[in-house]
């Protein structure tokens, strides 16, 4: 049996902290030792607090080596997964090569770790790395990234100032053509993933027109073309 002294300051303190501290695992042990000091017998103590004689043993041992402090002192038991170990591997390689279901993930991970674990624990490991399972994006046809990367520095933005300052109108002009369409599927990914849309003929269009200032919002629709004189 761990034999313990107890002065009346130290009574107290139990006494107070069993009441008063924050963390509930902390008022138990505060508790434990507390009745320790009232004289309780170690059997009446586990039944009266609801701990094992092992629980309580460390309680005590604690507070032998390090007094009320040392109780104050809570510590979880944190297992790591054993994909941490290759994070940066697996976060290179689906960089590259997104996968579109937790299923098609779990086989790639088996493949470059030999580790095997369920589709929930890989969703909860790709959720880890960063990933979210997003809609894939789509590029027009026809796209330039750095023709529009030139424009927006030279041409637009000087012009989004004058239409700040009042000499200018600017409109932000789209058509959406809803029948020809691609189909966009789900992927867990860093980031949106993009792919070009097929083209199309037959179609429902809808021309826009949003001023950049004002935020009013201009519409067209036919089921012909949007040319330049819808435009």
């Not at 090569?97 to 929930?120: C, F, N, W």
């Not at 959720?127 to 979210?132: A, D, T, V």
């Not at 001023?211 to 036919?222: F, K, M, P, R, S």
Request: hydrophobic share 40%; with cysteine.
């Amino acid at each position: 049996m761990i034999k313990l002294e107890f002065t009346e300051a130290e009574k107290q303190r139990l006494h107070y902290e069993r009441y008063h501290h924050p963390h509930p695992r902390v008022q138990r042990k505060m508790e434990a030792l507390w009745l320790k000091s009232q004289g309780v017998a170690h059997r009446a103590m586990s039944r009266l607090i609801g701990i094992s004689s092992t629980t309580l043993t460390s309680y005590l041992r604690a507070y032998q080596e390090g007094g009320v402090g040392a109780l104050k002192t809570v510590r979880f038991y944190r297992p790591q997964s054993e994909l941490r170990g290759y994070q940066g591997t697996l976060e290179a390689y689906f960089q590259k090569h997104p996968p579109a279901s937790a299923k098609q993930a779990m086989a790639a991970i088996e493949a470059l770790t030999g580790v095997r674990r369920s589709p929930d624990r890989v969703r909860v490991f790709l959720k880890h790395l960063g990933m979210k399972c997003r809609k894939v994006g789509m590029i027009p046809a026809k796209a330039d990234v750095e023709a529009q990367e030139t424009f927006k520095t030279t041409a637009l933005e000087p012009r989004l100032e004058q239409a700040k300052a009042g000499p200018r109108a600017v409109f932000f002009v789209d058509a959406a053509h809803c029948v020809l369409a691609p189909f966009l599927g789900m992927l867990w990914c860093f980031a949106r993933v993009l792919i070009r849309a097929p083209t199309g003929r037959q179609r429902f269009n809808v021309l826009g027109a949003l001023n950049a200032i004002t935020h009013e919002l201009i519409t067209v629709a036919n089921d012909t073309y949007i040319n330049a004189h819808g435009v």
